[in-house]
Nanobody, 122 residues
Framework: QVQLVQSGGGLVQAGDSLRLSCAAS????????MGWFRQAPGKEREFVAA????????YYADSVKGRFTISRDKDKNMVFLQMNSLKPEDTAVYYC???????????????WGQGTQVTVSS
């Protein structure tokens, strides 16, 4: 089992920055992939970014590439999503997710955080 606890988020203006955090606990993380997804009202959950726990390889959705950065702190078992130059269309509930194995951009992850609201006003 893996437990994911998120923090961060909130209400900001367009152009501002936010950092989301995800603390992981439970099973060993040596072969785990971590991802961030988001879901806006009336829309499906979509991939935002992902990272391999050991290798640090990262992947991004085209819509956030160059603005968002995913990173991890292996010593603290944490994953972060730094979001810069936020846009109103980034408004959504953001979820941290984990799975054992390769990174996937579909929301077929095994473990999910509780979700955190990010609202970007224009």
């Amino acid at each position: 089992q893996v437990q994911l606890v998120q923090s961060g988020g909130g209400l900001v203006q367009a152009g501002d920055s936010l950092r989301l955090s995800c603390a992981a606990s439970g099973r060993t993380f040596s072969r785990i992939a971590m991802g961030w997804f988001r879901q806006a009202p009336g829309k499906e959950r979509e991939f935002v970014a992902a990272i391999t726990w050991s290798g640090g390889s990262t992947y991004y959705a085209d819509s956030v590439k160059g603005r968002f950065t995913i990173s991890r702190d292996k010593d603290k078992n944490m994953v972060f999503l730094q979001m810069n130059s936020l846009k109103p269309e980034d408004t959504a509930v953001y979820y941290c997710a984990a799975r054992f194995g390769i990174i996937l951009t579909s929301p077929t992850y095994d473990y999910w955080g509780q979700g955190t609201q990010v609202t970007v006003s224009s």
